[in-house]
C-alpha cells in the first residue's frame, strides 16, 4: 500500500505534531533547524549522520533511532539516501509517557538513543504507517499503544546516561542546543526572550538572530509551538475546559491561546479540535 510521502524540509519547518510517513530522501537539509517534537528515523538500509547539536552523530539503518528536534539538527554529506520511516511525536505527548531510565530528560539534553536491530521494528511501523492514515479511531489509539510500548522497551534497554562529548564549534548551534533544552523544560512558565537569552548569557538581540539563522523561526514562535502540542495533548487526553487547557499550556489569557491555536492548526478552535480526535466526547 502506499504511504504518505512528505519533503523532509517542508514537514519539519512548516508541520508540526503526530506524523508517520513513509519516505525515500535524497540529499541532505540545507542548514540546520529545530522543530519541537521528538524524532523517530528508521532507515531500511545503508547509514547517514547528523549535525546534531554541534556533533556529528551516525545513525545506522535497522534501528529504532529517536531525538528531540529541539535541539539544532541537519543531515551532512551527502545527507539520507535511502527508503525508511519517520515518525514525529509532540514533546507534551512524548513527556506524559514517563518513560523509565530518565529518558526525556536525555533526549532533552542532546543524547541521540538507538535500539538494537529487530526486524519486528520495520514490520510494526509500516504498519503505523497505514494506522496513521486510518478514520478508525480505535485502529488509531491501539497505534498509538503500541508507540508508548516501543519506547518503554527503547528506555528500559538503553539504561545508561550519555556519554559527554566535546561538542564541535559553529556560531549558535551549540549555544542554541543549551537555549531549546531551557525553552523544553520551563514553556508552561511565564517566559521573555530577556529570560530565555539570560539563563544562556547572551544578548537578547543576539539570540534572536542566531536563533532565526539557524532555526528558521523565531524564539517566540518555537515557545508557542510547544505550548500548542501541549494544550493538544490536554485537549485529547482531559476534559479540562478551555480556559484551563490554556493556562496549563503556559498562556497567559484565552485570546493569545485562541489565537496561537487557530494559527497551528489551520484554523480550529480548541473544541473542534477535541471533537475531531475525540468524537465521541460530548459538546
Not at 480556559?243 to 491561546?257: I, K, Q
Request: positive net charge; charged residues 20%; proline residues 7%.
Amino acid at each position: 500500500m502506499p504511504r504518505a510521502s512528505i519533503p523532509t524540509e517542508t514537514h519539519h519547518e512548516n508541520e508540526m505534531g503526530f506524523r508517520v510517513w513513509q519516505q525515500r530522501h535524497t540529499g541532505m537539509m540545507s542548514r540546520p533547524h529545530t522543530h519541537p517534537d521528538i524524532e523517530v528515523n528508521y532507515l531500511f538500509e545503508g547509514s547517514f549522520a547528523y549535525l546534531h547539536g554541534g556533533t556529528v552523530v551516525p545513525i545506522e539503518a535497522g534501528r529504532f533511532t529517536v531525538l528531540w528536534g529541539g535541539i539544532p539538527h541537519q543531515t551532512v554529506s551527502p545527507g539520507i539516501v535511502g527508503e525508511g520511516i519517520w515518525i514525529t511525536l509532540p514533546l507534551a505527548w512524548f513527556l506524559q509517557w514517563q518513560l523509565p531510565n530518565a529518558l526525556g530528560e536525555r533526549l532533552l539534553t542532546g543524547e541521540i538513543v538507538s535500539g538494537s536491530p529487530d526486524a519486528a521494528d520495520r514490520v510494526a511501523m509500516e504498519r503505523w504507517c497505514d494506522d496513521a492514515m486510518s478514520a478508525n479511531a480505535a485502529q488509531r489509539r491501539a497505534m498509538l499503544l503500541e508507540m508508548e510500548a516501543r519506547f518503554h522497551r527503547l528506555a528500559l534497554a538503553a539504561p545508561r546516561p550519555p556519554r559527554r562529548r566535546e561538542p564541535n564549534t559553529g556560531e549558535g548551534v551549540t549555544q542554541l542546543a543549551g537555549v531549546t533544552r531551557f525553552i523544553a523544560q520551563h514553556y508552561r512558565e511565564p517566559l521573555t526572550v530577556q529570560a530565555i537569552a539570560d539563563d544562556a548569557g547572551l544578548h537578547p538581540k543576539y539570540l534572536m538572530r542566531v536563533f532565526k539563522k539557524q532555526c528558521g523561526t523565531s524564539v517566540w514562535e518555537y515557545l508557542t509551538r510547544l505550548r500548542v502540542s501541549h494544550a493538544q495533548r490536554l485537549l485529547v487526553t482531559t476534559d479540562l475546559k478551555v480556559l484551563d487547557v490554556a493556562m496549563e499550556s503556559g498562556f497567559s489569557s484565552v485570546a493569545p491561546f485562541y489565537a496561537a491555536f487557530a494559527e497551528h492548526t489551520r484554523g480550529l478552535r480548541p473544541l473542534d479540535y477535541r471533537r475531531q480526535h475525540r468524537p465521541q466526547h460530548p459538546s
